[in-house]
């Protein structure tokens, strides 16, 4: 079984953010969010994070999608642990 590490609080938050975004389709690694803050974060920690969470079925990726398109979703448990890391309950987390 492969184990890999938990990404950084910040950069789960954001990624669990930016799929949760229907607009957002992961072609572009800055991305505006509603409070106005600028999340940078590298396309090496934005491709670990998304395999991690899809590692433990936080999100789910589409198969055949047209180049642009949105590819990942959250999960039922991914709106939930979205949730707790925003509402500050991310020691009840994975």
């Known amino acids: 079984m492969v184990v890999i590490q938990k990404p ?10 930016l799929v949760a ?8 690694l800055t991305y505006e ?4 803050l600028q999340i940078n974060i590298s396309r090496n920690e934005l491709m670990y994070t998304l395999y991690y969470l899809e590692m433990y079925g936080h999100v789910y990726r589409k ?31 994975m």
């Open 8 to 17: 950084k609080y910040t950069v789960l938050v954001h990624v669990l953010e």
């Open 21 to 28: 975004n229907p607009k957002f389709s992961f072609m572009e």
């Open 33 to 36: 969010n509603p409070k106005g």
């Open 63 to 93: 198969k055949k999608v047209l180049r642009n398109a949105k590819r990942y979703f959250l999960t039922q448990s991914g709106e939930i642990l979205y949730e707790q890391l925003t509402n500050g309950e991310s020691n009840k987390c």
